[in-house]
């Protein structure tokens, strides 16, 4: 069979990958890179990523964590992901994806579209001691995100940031509703957070990074995601960069800012426990809430270097800086990701993932697909 279901025997094989070319500010030529965390990391590293921070700037500011729309297709290309150096991407409500962006190595001066906040959000805030940037939320949820411990840390049009100030800036587009015309100046927002004395860097400790993959592992060549049926992505391994590029909808799927597809050294996927909430609106309102519960632990697949590897995820402190681990199914051994930018996807089942020792051929697919009204 062409695609294969999950949880297929692993193989007790050992792959070392090319080197994949990195983007700038995550150059290693000529730098060591050391096997690190999840619970210690040498100063100068990145938690997020596994390398050595560019400067000092990367070093000493705050995680960012950027809401980025994905649907409708019209927003696509987004600008700046690929300078993340790490994506969640979310469920937003009926099959819908979102990404939450965290950047530090690089603060791209056009990121967005930038859209809503959810109540994961608040989650992701507490792992990666970071800031929040977005357009604005519901009532409840901003009422929540307000009356938190994250209440200083929190930048939106909602909170009185603008374009001068804090780089929430406006690009109107011919045919591109006004809603997904909301970008970001990272560099200006840090700036602002420097001069508010909120700026200091934290490390997330929870991800383990090594060069060399671990041992075992099953041959892998691309990875599909489903949700419920309305949202898709595919992601192929591309042996000669050493990377994982995206397709959306059957299309690539590129990055505006730098005219490249969507890539990852190292994708992750999540099986997180989903709950609607809508007791957080007034009883008869047609809106609620979507409560991805993100604590605890549950299933995960760890895709790196061509291979996947079947384990868990675990995060049973709520703490500051007390972010995901990743282990082997059964044991408490780390899975070593390659160092570099990860994509995680977090999903209500892991029935919704396909794994394949086959490339698609996607331009195909694509002409023989029926047009979507």
């Known amino acids: 069979m062409r695609l294969a279901r999950l949880f297929l025997t692993a193989l007790t094989l050992m792959v070392v990958a090319p080197a994949g070319a990195k983007e700038p500010g995550q150059e290693t030529d000529g730098v060591e890179v050391r096997a690190s965390g999840p619970l210690q990391y040498p100063l100068n590293y990145n938690s997020l990523t596994g390398l050595p921070y560019p400067d000092e700037a990367a070093m000493d500011r705050r995680n960012l964590i950027v809401k980025i729309s994905n649907f409708p297709p019209i ?6 992901l690929n300078r993340a150096d790490l994506v ?3 469920e937003s409500e009926s099959g819908i994806t979102r990404f939450a962006a ?3 190595s690089q603060m791209p001066r056009h990121v967005g579209s930038v859209r809503s906040a959810r109540l994961l959000d608040l989650e992701l805030m507490t792992m990666y001691s970071a800031f929040l940037a977005y357009s604005g939320t519901s009532i409840p949820i901003q009422r929540i995100i307000w009356s938190s411990q994250h209440a200083g840390h929190v930048f939106s049009p909602l909170t009185g940031s603008n374009c001068e100030d804090a780089g929430f800036c406006r690009f109107e587009q011919f045919g591109v509703g006004y809603e997904h015309t909301l970008y970001l100046d990272t560099e200006q927002l840090n700036r602002l957070a420097t001069a508010r004395g909120v700026n200091q860097g934290y490390k997330a400790r929870g991800f383990a990074f090594d060069e060399q993959p671990d041992i075992g592992g099953q041959s892998l060549a691309e990875v599909g995601i489903n949700w419920w049926g309305e949202g898709n992505a595919l992601w192929q391994y591309d042996s000669g960069q050493g990377r994982w590029l995206r397709y959306t909808d059957g299309v690539a799927h590129n990055d505006a800012l730098d005219g490249m597809q969507l890539w990852a050294d190292n ?3 999540l099986q997180v426990p989903h709950a609607r909430r809508p007791d957080l609106f007034v009883a008869g309102a047609e809106d609620e809430s979507l409560e991805v519960q993100l604590w ?9 270097d061509g291979r996947w590897y079947s384990g868990s995820w675990s995060r049973f402190s709520l703490a500051p800086t007390v972010a995901l681990q990743l282990n082997h199914t059964g044991s408490e051994k780390p899975i070593r990701l390659r160092p570099g930018r990860s994509w995680v996807s977090i999903v209500r089942n892991l029935r919704d993932v396909t794994l394949s020792g086959h490339l698609t051929d996607v331009i195909a697919l694509a002409e023989s697909a029926p047009a979507r009204g």
């Open 88 to 90: 969640f991407e979310v």
């Open 296 to 304: 605890g632990s549950g299933p995960a697949l760890v895709m790196r």
């Open 75 to 80: 927003v696509r290309p987004q600008s700046g």
């Open 102 to 104: 965290i950047f530090r």
């Open 267 to 269: 994708l992750i996927v």
